[in-house]
């Protein structure tokens, strides 16, 4: 791989339209999928993780095309999936793991899903446990992939989520297409939506109260048109570009704003930065585009609760609360450990090379203020949001920093350094 030298810049500025959402896109595919008809979905984010979950897909017979900014779904209906003639290679894709874990449970095959190294550490548990309670058997490696689903005769579950996880819960709930009765997910704190709110456009029989999900299965879904608007988790790298360098101002058009996913707009808030959402739009999910500029930010308390709609952004929130007047405290973090690579250590190492504060207590993180970072080595363990989190820690610095591997961008957004470059 490929080191890179990212030097410091003095501002970021100007407009950006960035690549659709990665949580949505994935969705946007399986469901399309499995609906019945065509489902044409613009702007679905053209990484290495969704270009998994379209090529799954491609193996069970669905075709997929692409053309311009429109991707064409051909959806066979819940059952309509072929079975696939070899394991299910997800590369790193977690996502695309455990959601389609949910669909496989409901097809009369048996499949097998496998992903790279880093992927094949990941706990799986999580998914393996509950769908055994729906009566499906999933195989694993100790806990870890390969998956071996034998799909089949799905019953409803009314489940409890240990951990707040829209992986867990998609999976769930996708199950539950297949199941005679009511599934029911409940959750303490509410995880990403996106999987209801597609769910129901598509016109599954599906209810939310509160922080419970419930699904009767039975219901096909129909084909669907849909625009999957810019990624928030790829928007907070240059929010947080923009925060820190003085005289920056960036205008990110059209990016997601669920309430469920955008916790970073009001930790950032908080932390007292200058973000404004304007041109407020969406149809089944909202979008808006964020006005943000340059200044001082005060250390601030994150709780538990504020943690699962702004679990990939703590990266980046690691780096702001660096810079920040003051301490931050971080509690209920120890999700982060699972992620890509553990993101509490190769954050903690990174930006203490650069000089930051950081003190980690079981799942709770102090980091104090300092008043500059200085430039370092970094190592990204092959985790795209920890080599684009520390590229902006790098644009900060006194001095420059190399980046041992930035080529795991693509992971989510192969263009990052290339829209980094356009606002310098
Ligand atoms: C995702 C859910 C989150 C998140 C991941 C994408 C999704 O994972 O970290 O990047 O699209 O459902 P968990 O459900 O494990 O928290």
Redesign the pocket.
């Known amino acids: 791989m490929e080191e890179l030298t990212i030097r410091p810049v003095p501002r970021l500025k100007g407009d950006l339209v960035l690549p659709g959402d990665?949580?949505i896109s994935?969705r946007a595919v399986m469901i399309g999928a499995i609906a019945k008809g065509k489902t044409i979905a613009k702007d679905i984010l053209d990484c290495d993780d969704c270009n998994y979950t379209i090529r799954a897909f491609a193996d069970m017979g669905i075709v997929i095309k692409k053309e311009s900014r429109y991707t064409t779904i051909e959806g066979k209906g819940l059952r309509g999936l072929a079975r696939p003639k070899a394991s299910l290679n997800v590369g790193n894709s977690?996502?695309s793991m455990?959601?389609l874990a949910g669909i496989l449970a409901g097809q009369d095959f048996s499949a097998t899903l496998e992903g790279d190294e880093s992927l094949s550490a990941r706990p799986m548990k999580r998914i393996s446990e509950p769908l055994a309670l729906m009566g499906v058997s999933v195989n694993t490696r100790d806990g870890h992939p390969p998956l071996e689903i034998r799909g089949g005769n799905v019953k409803a579950v009314d489940y409890v989520l240990p951990i707040?996880?829209?992986?867990?819960?998609?999976a769930l709930l996708f199950a539950g297409l297949y199941a005679a009765g009511v599934t029911t997910v409940r959750e303490s704190s509410k995880?990403?939506d996106?999987?209801e709110r597609m769910l129901e456009y598509f016109g599954a029989d599906i209810k939310v109260e509160g922080l419970n999900v419930s699904v009767k299965g039975g219901r096909e879904l129909a084909g669907r048109e849909l625009e999957v608007p810019g990624d928030i988790?790829s928007a907070s790298f240059f929010m947080a570009g923009a925060i820190l360098l003085d005289g920056s101002k960036v205008r990110i058009k059209n990016v997601s704003i669920n309430p469920t996913r955008a916790g970073v707009l009001d930790i950032l808030t908080k932390m007292g930065a200058k973000i404004k959402i304007v041109n407020k739009t969406g149809l089944f999910e909202p979008a808006g585009d964020i006005e943000v500029e340059s200044g001082p930010l005060r250390g601030v308390s994150i709780g538990e609760g504020e943690i699962?709609a702004a679990?990939?952004e703590l990266p980046i929130i690691f780096v702001l609360a660096s810079l920040a007047k003051g301490r931050t405290v971080i509690k209920g973090a120890g999700?982060l450990r699972v992620?890509e690579t553990d993101r509490i250590r190769s954050m903690k190492e990174n930006l203490e090379a650069m000089g930051a504060r950081i003190r980690v207590s079981a799942d709770e993180m102090i980091i104090e203020g300092v008043d500059a970072l200085k430039g370092a080595g970094i190592k990204t363990y092959g985790d795209h949001r920890t080599c684009m989190a520390m590229t902006v820690a790098a644009l900060t610095a006194k001095g420059a920093s190399k980046i041992d591997d930035p080529q795991c961008v693509n992971k989510s957004f192969p263009q990052f350094f290339s829209v980094l470059e356009g606002l310098k």
Do not use: Y
Request: charged letters at 30%; hydrophobic letters at 15%.
């Open positions: 990665k949580s994935h977690g996502t455990r959601l707040p996880s829209a992986q867990i819960k998609s995880s990403r996106h999987t988790s699962p679990i990939d999700e992620k």
